[in-house]
């Protein structure tokens, strides 16, 4: 079957300007969470969606926001972009609860210059 | 405040050579810990979920066993192709919390 897939996987954008993220996770699941990784702090949650409602939500500023349509597809947004935004930015879905396996995309690297 | 801590950072091994990792966690009510390796530049890749103290999973050369306080991910025989950053995280609420990971490098 076929895995969480995440566009793009590679984006350059200058500060100042904002930018979108796609996840579509795996046939079935109905929570994405979303996260960044960077050498420093790792893996930091970003936040959770479930059936279109946020369900949680990580120590992140209001410019990242994000959103889930009806086919459980996946949206992050960043706006005003800083140059410590540049990340692998992850997505992961799972069927419910995360207490079941979560699977992870390829991640989209971002750099911000 | 959930936490979780590996050790070591970073660990050299012979193939052959086994050892093990180590996830220490801190968290209210544990409702699952999970391990998951990392190629460079892909995303997480996983490989247990343990929920209760004395569990244990195996597969392939790995087997992850979990204690109230800690989880080991060991390694027997490793290979070349076992290069990789493991990391461990703890369900929190709806969210997982990772641990900073360790780096493994097998040589032949």
């Known amino acids: 079957k076929a895995g969480v897939t995440q566009t793009p996987r590679y984006l350059i954008k200058t500060r100042g300007q904002q930018v979108t993220l796609s996840c579509s996770p795996i046939?079935?699941?109905?929570?994405v969470s979303w996260y960044q990784q960077t050498p420093g702090q790792g893996l930091q949650f970003l936040f959770e969606y479930f059936s279109e409602t946020q369900r949680n939500k990580g120590n992140f500023p209001g410019r990242f926001s994000g959103r889930q349509f009806s086919n459980s597809r996946s949206e992050m947004n960043v706006s005003t972009l800083e140059l410590g935004d540049s990340a692998l930015y992850l997505c992961?879905?799972?069927?419910?609860?995360?207490?079941?396996?979560?699977?992870f995309g390829q991640g989209t690297r971002l750099t911000v210059v | 405040e959930d936490q979780v801590t590996q050790s070591p950072e970073a660990l050299r091994l012979q193939e052959g050579e086994s050892s093990s990792l180590n996830c220490s966690y801190t968290v209210s009510g544990l409702r699952g810990l999970f391990w998951y390796r990392q190629d460079p530049g892909k995303g997480p890749e996983f490989l247990f979920t343990l929920y209760s103290a004395g569990e244990e999973k195996e597969k392939e050369r790995l087997k992850a066993t979990l204690t109230k306080k800690e989880s080991f991910l060991h390694i027997t025989a490793p290979k070349p192709e076992d290069s990789a950053t493991y990391l461990c995280a703890v369900q929190s609420g709806n969210k997982l919390v990772f641990g900073a990971g360790t780096i493994l490098r097998v040589k032949s």
């Open positions: 992961a879905s799972s069927r419910g609860s995360l207490n079941t396996e979560a699977f």
């Open positions: 046939s079935g699941h109905r929570s």
